[in-house]
């Protein structure tokens, strides 16, 4: 009887993987005993009363979670629609039409992610203000679409670059206009890009909460708002409630991304 031999390695990925996943999922798990914990605190590892009475005080009438949520999913949506007017022209033009700076013009996108949030979004309350779009829903609209634009002009451009092009030559021979070519060829077939790209963008938005603090607030509330006030005033329970909605459609959309968001797509971002 042969004695089976002990492999370190084992040992070693296993504490890898141990690791990974208390990083992964320990911090969902602490979300979720905060959102029904009515009564929690040091030493105790675990909550000492379980509960739903802060669900119900975020969703009552005064709760405004409710309010926050619809205004964050409208601004979302209006950002992803600015969002694609932008990056679909674009994204066609940089990958079909031989640009002379077209590797400057993508880079350009990625100006708005390359500077410290703080001091850009202080001018631009300023700016607003004189103008009076401060505390309304297109500044913070504008505010989003600025950050959005990277994902949807880079990835719309990879989106059309993925399409053959001889597909829309072959329409073109047989009497098709270019816009009617570009209606009933590429835009289809590009179509899971720009979903994609749209998911991102709705993302980005959502999730949103310098900009919307110093281009909205008060007057335009939203969850990571909400999210916001409730942590900074210790009240966990809401908090962890409120990052709980935020959590539901991101891990929807994100399997909408991996869905639509295909190989072929990612290998042409950047060219």
């Not at 969703?59 to 932008?86: D, E, H, K």
């Not at 007057?219 to 329970?237: I, K, R, W």
Request: overall charge neutral.
């Amino acid at each position: 009887m042969s004695l089976l031999k002990f492999d370190p390695w084992w040992l070693l990925r296993g504490a890898v993987l141990g690791l990974l996943a208390f990083a992964i999922f320990g911090p969902i798990a602490n979300l979720l005993l905060w959102a029904v914990a009515e009564r929690w605190y040091f030493p105790h590892m675990l909550p000492l009363e379980y509960g739903f009475s802060f669900w119900a005080r975020v969703f009552a009438p005064r709760g405004n979670a409710m309010v926050s949520l619809l205004n964050s999913v409208m601004i979302a949506v209006l950002t992803v629609g600015m969002a694609l007017l932008v990056a679909i022209p674009a994204g066609y033009a940089l990958a079909r039409c031989k640009l002379p700076l077209r590797g400057l013009i993508l880079i350009a996108f990625l100006i708005p992610q390359a500077f410290p949030n703080l001091p850009v979004y202080v001018n631009i309350a300023q700016l607003f203000y004189q103008v009076g779009l401060n505390g309304t829903v297109p500044g913070v609209v504008i505010v989003h679409v600025t950050h959005g634009l990277v994902y949807a002009v880079w990835i719309a451009t990879a989106a059309f670059s993925a399409v053959d092009r001889e597909l829309e030559e072959a329409a073109r021979s047989i009497g098709a206009s270019g816009l009617r070519a570009f209606a009933d060829i590429t835009l289809p077939l590009a179509a899971p890009g720009l979903m994609a790209s749209a998911v991102f963008v709705f993302l980005e938005s959502l999730d949103e909460f310098t900009g919307t603090y110093f281009v909205g607030a008060p007057d335009v509330s939203t969850l990571p708002l909400l999210l916001y006030t409730a942590g900074a005033g210790g009240n966990y329970q809401v908090a962890s409630i409120t990052a709980l909605l935020l959590l539901i459609p991101s891990i929807g959309f994100m399997l909408v991304v991996e869905r639509f968001l295909k190989a072929d797509v990612l290998s042409r971002v950047g060219r």
